[in-house]
T-cell receptor, first 114, second 113 residues
Framework: EAGVVQSPRYKIIEKKQPVAFWCNPI?????LYWYLQNLGQGPELLIR????????DSQLPKDRFSAERLKGVDSTLKIQPAELGDSAVYLC????????????FGPGTRLTVL | AQSVTQPDIHITVSEGASLELRCNYS??????LFWYVQSPGQGLQLLLKYFSGDTLVQGIKGFEAEFKRSQSSFNLRKPSVHWSDAAEYFC???????????FGKGTRLHILP
């Protein structure tokens, strides 16, 4: 069984540029999560999807961050414009419906903003 | 609000030695408790979890953790570490099964040959 797939694995951009991250969850997993992991910190939830509906986006900085999961499968997280402080690892995770405590994580995208 | 504390940022042990990583949480009731491991360049992998029942929980890769309500602790242990155990370990808590998981800041484990 394939795990959670994320791309790209690494991204380097200049500040004020846009950037997008892609995630494909484990097949059949209805719930998808995006986490932010700063250096030396644990992951922090940005947004949680149940199928195509964002059910918890309270921690997503909506002035510059957006996310979508149009068909309830793969998802894209976008930052526009990126700031220096956005340099971090962006993790995607998925879980079966209702099993919020059975999360499987992807390898993450490491973003560096110059 | 619930929180989780991992007091040790770095831990160094010799290969073959025993290991204990500390974790304390702040929450009134018994929360859902987890330990995850993150190897360099990898995502997080669940080692074990505790919801209820036996307070000594067995996980993958030879790890175990013990829930102690009186100390609000959920320490991770392994009797003999291997060089491949070098990684970052995260303790996490959720108030209930429907709530989001809150992660600690992690403990980086270094293994001496």
């Amino acid at each position: 069984e394939a795990g959670v797939v994320q791309s790209p694995r690494y991204k380097i951009i200049e500040k004020k540029q846009p950037v997008a991250f892609w995630c494909n969850p484990i097949s059949g997993h209805n719930t998808l999560y995006w986490y932010l992991q700063n250096l030396g910190q644990g992951p922090e939830l940005l947004i949680r999807y149940e199928n195509e509906e964002a059910v918890d986006d309270s921690q997503l900085p909506k002035d510059r961050f957006s996310a979508e999961r149009l068909k309830g499968v793969d998802s894209t997280l976008k930052i526009q414009p990126a700031e220096l402080g956005d340099s971090a690892v962006y993790l995607c995770a998925s879980s079966p419906r209702g099993a919020y405590n059975e999360q499987f994580f992807g390898p993450g995208t490491r973003l560096t903003v110059l | 609000a619930q929180s989780v504390t991992q007091p040790d940022i770095h831990i160094t042990v010799s290969e073959g030695a025993s290991l204990e990583l500390r974790c304390n949480y702040s929450y009134g009731a018994t929360p859902y408790l987890f330990w995850y491991v993150q190897s360099p360049g990898q995502g997080l992998q669940l080692l074990l979890k505790y919801f209820s029942g036996d307070t000594l929980v067995q996980g993958i890769k030879g790890f175990e953790a013990e829930f102690k309500r009186s100390q609000s602790s959920f320490n991770l242990r392994k009797p003999s570490v291997h060089w491949s155990d070098a990684a970052e370990y995260f303790c996490a808590v959720a108030p209930n099964r429907d709530d989001k998981i809150i992660f600690g800041k992690g403990t980086r484990l270094h293994i001496l040959p």
